[in-house]
């Protein structure tokens, strides 16, 4: 019979592991780009990518941690099976789109898994409609404003070498990538990371095992190394959908996306404001595409991915709901003693 810090023990090994599919599931989004565009060999791309995210720990702080542990669900409903069918409803998300080569966001999956066990153990009045109105109101805004800023860079790039020989132009930005894909992954890094910390010290919260909503180093660290180490086993099903089947990134339009992708994720991380990483880079490589003409983008994958971001927080709402119930059946079997 599992007790309940044992159990607590048992999530926090589970959110280590869906932080390795985060990064599995969405290193596609850090390095689609630069291995399209053969800047980096894969091997190369996915060891830088990880780098970068796990550098992520000691540069930003953990103000996404606090608005995912406290801004989602009252903490008075917290509990750890909660925790635990959220994180496994995201899971089941994640290995389902990863096996279609949909890039989804595993942020706003964690998110819909929280939303769907709440609901199941608390009903709607656990919901914090504030925080869960803001998240949603930025599946629309993050993107756009990756697509914006790739349109604004993209532009004055064109304007800056309009003179310049492509192949001189084409050999600068493919080193200039190694810059922008690095920025992309510290974003990514900081952003996706903090979102299981969050989970982390929610669980140790309400299984007793911490008095405050501290992160603690230890989780900080454990976080980014779970993240850097899924990012590099990479997702080479999601590398083609993001490098070739929405438009032709070539190196300039890889530099624009990422570097119009770094900024709207380091600005939201340090605003606190939890964002999809894969709704940044898909709105960047939209917005690098539409600038060369709008029959550059291919709109039937858009619309795929668009309905895969809206379907996120309700599926994985339903998957967390129908686990938690799951939970609560074998507690009643014997199988749990909390």
Request: aromatic fraction near 10%; charge should be positive.
């Amino acid at each position: 019979m599992i007790d309940l810090v044992h159990l607590a023990v048992i999530v926090i090994a589970v959110a280590l592991l869906f932080d390795f599919f985060n990064g599995f599931h969405d290193a596609a989004n850090a390095i689609a780009t630069i291995v399209v565009t053969r800047a980096l060999t894969p091997l190369q791309a996915v060891g830088l990518a990880a780098m970068a995210n796990f550098v992520g720990a000691f540069i930003f702080g953990v103000s996404i941690a606090q608005t995912i542990g406290k801004g989602i669900i009252t903490l008075e409903s917290v509990t750890v099976p909660l925790v635990l069918a959220a994180l496994v409803g995201a899971i089941i998300w994640n290995i389902l789109t990863w096996l279609w080569g949909l890039p989804t966001s595993s942020s706003h999956a964690l998110i819909g898994g929280l939303i769907g066990s709440a609901i199941a153990a608390a009903g709607w009045q656990s919901v914090l409609l504030g925080g869960v109105t803001k998240i949603f109101a930025f599946i629309f805004l993050a993107p756009l404003l990756g697509m914006a800023g790739a349109m604004v860079f993209t532009t004055l790039i064109f304007w800056i070498f309009r003179r310049v020989q492509p192949g001189v132009a084409n050999a600068l930005f493919r080193r200039l990538q190694l810059i922008s894909a690095t920025f992309y992954s510290l974003g990514h890094g900081t952003n996706d990371a903090q979102k299981t910390m969050g989970i982390i010290v929610m669980t140790m919260y309400a299984a007793n095992l911490t008095q405050s909503f501290h992160v603690s180093l230890w989780v900080i660290l454990s976080c980014h190394a779970a993240i850097a180490l899924g990012t590099a086993f990479g997702g080479w099903r999601i590398v083609r959908t993001m490098g070739t089947r929405i438009t032709k990134i070539r190196s300039m339009e890889g530099f624009c996306a990422e570097s119009a992708s770094a900024l709207v994720l380091l600005g939201t991380a340090h605003l606190g404001i939890p964002v999809s990483t894969t709704h940044v880079i898909s709105g960047g490589i939209f917005g690098v595409g539409a600038v060369e003409g709008a029959g550059k983008v291919r709109w039937g994958t858009a619309r795929k991915i668009i309905w895969a971001w809206m379907l996120t927080i309700p599926a994985t709402a339903f998957f967390s709901w129908v686990t938690y119930g799951l939970i609560m059946l074998l507690k009643r079997a014997g199988a749990f003693s909390f």
